[in-house]
């Protein structure tokens, strides 16, 4: 069986005003704009400079830098510093960076998930090695979380008992390499009191999958994140479809891409379900759904 779950994403390399290189996968990239001159807005969360409209639409605009510690861009640089516009969690936001290095072709495969003696609050989901330099990959989804903090709408979601009863039994492992992201899905399971698993990357997932179905007590439905380093959520797919003691399993894949291309490979792997990250109330119809099914 050949694998479909090919998929181009390269790497684009940038650096903050104290020459730390950077990446953030292209795909989560819609646009790169040099800077222009900010409007500042009453009352906006700290990190967030203001609003700047492009192309018709007003962003607002966060200084990367500033959020994760290093200080806001100097004032004499900001003429020379570029607005990275992401579309990610349904939020479309300009990141405030001080230079565009290049995009790179990027072996995902390669990447590797951060050092646990960093704890868990990190600001990156991974590293790699362009030229002998090591390059950190910015979580998008932390940086988010921690601007609009007050977002708890994830949590706005109810179940009956007899839909709870319907998922309790399953064994549910749930797959982010981002720590914001895993805490957003394990948090709505554990307010419904749903139990699950959890791992940071795909090739552990895979693992505990083959140990588990060894075992006799196989994972019933797995929800993994789309874009990781490493196995990403298309060859995590794959490679479950393509082992016979773990082929039934009922997988849901979400990415924080606002990208139908995503969804449509995630089909094209094997996936049952492909969301966008993160609707509470769409992921736990999706699980619904395939408890449904593994139970006919």
């Not at 960076?97 to 600001?123: N, T, Y």
């Not at 490979?265 to 759904?289: T, W, Y």
Request: proline share 4%.
């Amino acid at each position: 069986m050949t694998s479909k779950a090919s998929h181009s994403q390269g790497l684009l390399l940038f650096k903050l005003h104290n020459g730390h290189p950077f990446a953030l996968g292209t795909l989560k990239i819609r646009e790169l704009v040099p800077y222009q001159p900010v409007t500042s807005m009453i009352n906006s969360p700290a990190g967030v400079v203001g609003a700047v409209n492009i192309r018709g639409q007003t962003l607002p605009i966060l200084d990367m830098a500033a959020i994760i510690g290093y200080g806001a861009i100097p004032e004499d640089r900001l003429k020379d510093s570029y607005i990275l516009v992401t579309d990610c969690q349904r939020k479309t936001v300009g990141f405030l960076v001080d230079g565009i290095e290049r995009i790179v072709d990027a072996d995902w495969k390669h990447i590797q998930s951060p050092p646990k003696s960093l704890g868990g609050q990190v600001f990156i989901t991974g590293t790699t090695e362009v030229n002998g330099e090591i390059i950190q990959l910015m979580d998008v989804e932390l940086l988010l979380s921690m601007v609009y903090s007050g977002d708890t709408n994830h949590l706005d979601v109810a179940i009956t008992d007899i839909e709870r009863e319907k998922l309790k039994p399953l064994k549910i492992l749930v797959v982010d390499d981002s720590v914001t992201a895993r805490k957003q899905l394990t948090d709505v399971l554990s307010h419904l009191n749903i139990p699950f698993e959890v791992t940071d990357n795909g090739s552990h997932a895979l693992e505990i999958m083959r140990e588990k179905a060894k075992w006799g007590e196989p994972i019933d439905l797995l929800v993994s994140d789309i874009e990781m380093p490493g196995l990403d959520g298309y060859e995590l797919t794959f490679e479950v479809r393509n082992d016979t003691t773990l082929k039934d399993a009922y997988i849901i894949l979400h990415t924080s891409l606002s990208s139908e291309i995503s969804v449509g490979q995630a089909h094209q792997v094997g996936a049952n379900e492909a969301l966008e990250k993160f609707d509470a109330r769409n992921l736990i119809d999706a699980m619904l759904v395939g408890a449904d099914s593994l139970n006919k």
